[in-house]
Nanobody
Framework: QVQLVESGGGLVQAGGSLRLSCAASGRTFSGYDMGWFRRAPGKEREFVAAISSNRGYTSYAGSVKGRFTISRDNAKNTVYLQMNSLKPEDTAVYYC????????????WGQGTQVTVSS
């Protein structure tokens, strides 16, 4: 497993942008698939975006596709989530996650960072 620490959350107006970062430590970061998830108040945690260990494949939830971009810098052991055109419904706690096996569940999670989008 890896240890994950998110940062970059905050309060932003609708239409604005934020970039979340997730710093990883503990094992070989480049060998891990990375994902972003979020949990809005009163809702289940949901998938937001993922990037494969070799950076060749990304996937997005339909609700964020075209607005959010996931990327990684293996030299810095960091994965990013660039969020543009933010909407009030993007308000949630955002979590970074990692997994070594691309067909397994994510098994390392960060503590989360709050994103609040005002209308």
């Amino acid at each position: 497993q890896v240890q994950l620490v998110e940062s970059g959350g905050g309060l932003v107006q609708a239409g604005g942008s934020l970039r979340l970062s997730c710093a990883a430590s503990g094992r070989t970061f480049s060998g891990y698939d990375m994902g972003w998830f979020r949990r809005a108040p009163g809702k289940e945690r949901e998938f937001v975006a993922a990037i494969s260990s070799n950076r060749g494949y990304t996937s997005y939830a339909g609700s964020v596709k075209g607005r959010f971009t996931i990327s990684r810098d293996n030299a810095k052991n960091t994965v990013y989530l660039q969020m543009n055109s933010l909407k009030p419904e993007d308000t949630a706690v955002y979590y970074c996650a990692a997994r070594r096996d691309p067909v397994a569940q994510y098994d390392s999670w960060g503590q989360g960072t709050q994103v609040t989008v005002s209308s």
